[in-house]
């Protein structure tokens, strides 16, 4: 199971750190990926982490201004989510994959969350 939080109300320009818990003892062998999804879009892959997080990948759009880490200790992974602008209001979703490949596609992942909302004024 996956529970996020950390969403809310940010003008553009602030920033959020976002949390996702994960249950289980086998979290550390999972590759976690955050998405998201905007009113009226597909769901859309923002950043991955390997399984020791030794290795992470970004979509272009957040390059720079987010940052994906993790803390197996606490099965927990996190979005830092900074320079926030008003095309980054979305809920956002974190998932866990066994997959370490093609893991920017959302098709490789087996177990997601409820999300939790991102909304950015400007």
């Known amino acids: 199971q996956l529970v996020e939080s950390g969403g809310g109300l940010v003008q553009a320009g602030g920033s959020l750190r976002l949390s996702c818990a994960a249950s289980?003892?086998?979290?550390?062998?999972?590759?976690m990926g955050w998405f998201r999804q905007a009113p009226g879009k597909e769901r859309e892959f923002v950043c991955a982490?390997?399984?020791?997080?030794?290795?992470?990948v970004y979509a272009d759009s957040v390059k720079g201004r987010f940052t994906i880490s993790r803390d197996n200790a606490k099965n927990t992974v996190y979005l830092q989510v900074n320079s926030l602008k008003p095309e980054d209001t979305a809920v956002y979703y974190c998932?866990?994959?066994?997959?370490?490949?093609?893991?920017?596609?959302?098709?490789?992942?087996?177990?997601w969350g409820q999300g939790t909302q991102v909304t950015v004024s400007s």
């Open positions: 998932a866990a994959t066994t997959s370490s490949v093609y893991v920017t596609l959302l098709q490789r992942y087996d177990y």
């Open positions: 289980g003892r086998t979290f550390r062998s999972y590759v």
């Open positions: 982490i390997s399984a020791n997080g030794g290795s992470t």
